[in-house]
């Protein structure tokens, strides 16, 4: 028992070594020349457009559809637990519909934070 764990030790700690000197032969050290906070503005500017466009016609409804569907689900299990236990908690549907009320107008400032 003990020669065949031995025998499985070896063998991990020999996987172990040849993927670790694979990767350090594969590894390309990569130095940053010239204005890197230039070419990440340059990149912005040009896919702004792009990227405003699918996140405010794509993201955020979806986003907002999702917020709707659990705070209108949360408020049916509230409705029902108050109906079985005579307890109505709001803190659920209240922080589902803050969320909802931040998504839903979060396209109007979100771009001038950015």
């Known amino acids: ?3 065949k764990l031995k025998n499985k030790a070896k063998r991990i700690f ?12 594969t590894a390309v050290p990569v130095f940053a020349s010239g204005n890197v906070a230039n070419a990440i503005e340059g990149t912005w500017n040009a896919a702004q457009s792009q990227i405003k466009a699918v996140v405010n016609n794509v993201v955020f409804p979806v986003i907002d559809m999702i917020l709707a569907i659990l705070f209108f689900v949360k408020l049916a299990t509230v409705y029902m637990e108050y109906r079985k236990h005579g307890q109505f908690e709001i803190t659920g549907p209240a922080i589902l519909f803050a969320c909802l009320i931040f998504s839903l107008t979060a396209p109007m400032y979100i771009w001038s934070i950015l």
């Open 1 to 3: 028992m003990k020669v």
């Open 14 to 25: 020999a996987c172990a070594a040849v993927m670790i000197g694979i990767a350090a032969l």
